[in-house]
């Protein structure tokens, strides 16, 4: 994460700084889920998507646009049934 000042002419979001780059890498990721229970604006959350194989490695660079995007919540597929 790269952390961006947020002025009076260009004011981001309600704190001092925002997150100008923000970005996980899902080949360093573990699943612990210690990033969702300190997240303080509780915007990350785990889903149910587990399958992560890909043909590229920038495939598995989640970027502040694509964590954006909204995920689908209690699919079948998620759940089972």
Same mark, same amino acid.
Request: a negative charge.
């Given at each position: 994460?790269?952390?961006? =000042?947020?002025? =009076?002419? #260009?004011? /981001?979001? $309600?704190?001092?700084?925002?997150? $100008?780059?923000? $970005? /996980? #890498?899902?080949?360093? &990721? /573990?699943? &612990?889920g210690y990033c969702?229970?300190? &997240? *303080?604006?509780?915007?990350?959350?785990?889903?149910?998507?587990? =399958?992560?194989?890909?043909?590229?490695? =920038?495939?598995?660079?989640? +970027?502040?646009?694509?964590l954006l995007e +909204?995920? *689908? /919540?209690?699919?079948? +597929?998620?759940?089972?049934?």
């Amino acid at each position: 994460m790269i952390a961006g =000042e947020n002025t =009076e002419d #260009h004011r /981001i979001s $309600e704190g001092e700084r925002y997150a $100008e780059v923000y $970005e /996980i #890498h899902m080949l360093r &990721c /573990i699943f &612990c889920g210690y990033c969702v229970e300190a &997240c *303080p604006t509780e915007a990350l959350g785990m889903t149910g998507e587990y =399958e992560m194989a890909s043909f590229s490695r =920038e495939a598995q660079l989640y +970027a502040k646009e694509r964590l954006l995007e +909204a995920t *689908p /919540i209690n699919t079948p +597929a998620m759940t089972g049934d």
